[in-house]
């Protein structure tokens, strides 16, 4: 499992969060590689430990929010960030977007236009 996991899953708390908007709460997020996904915070897999460990599968590709077992997960492909600021911050946004979701926002910004957006 990737080094910095154990701190950013501590850092991940719902006091925090709020710090950033108010009745800011984390959803389900997991990390993930080509191997594993190491899952947090999700209801159908609670036990004593702070993660899961599941086989990866092709539900999870990119940075985003998907709906695992039902229930809205941010995740975040560790091939794509090495440093624990990059994990953090790319967690943070896609957990808000998981916090819309319960929340029942229904407006979300279609992000691939951005990169299509002409920057002159």
């Not at 899952?39 to 998907?66: A, E």
């Not at 977007?97 to 279609?110: M, S, V």
Request: with cysteine; charged share 20%.
């Amino acid at each position: 499992m990737n080094k910095h996991l154990a701190r950013i899953s501590t850092d991940i708390n719902n006091e925090k969060l709020r710090l950033y908007w108010p009745g800011f709460e984390a959803v389900a997020f997991a990390f993930f590689d080509r191997t594993n996904v190491y899952l947090f915070n999700h209801p159908s897999y609670k036990n004593k430990n702070l993660y899961q460990t599941l086989k990866w599968d092709n539900r999870f590709r990119g940075c985003t929010i998907i709906l695992f077992d039902e229930y809205p997960t941010a995740i975040v492909d560790l091939d794509y960030y090495a440093d624990y600021e990059s994990l953090y911050s790319i967690a943070v946004h896609e957990l808000f977007h998981g916090y819309q979701h319960i929340k029942g926002e229904k407006r979300f910004p279609n992000e691939l236009l951005g990169i299509t957006y002409p920057i002159l």
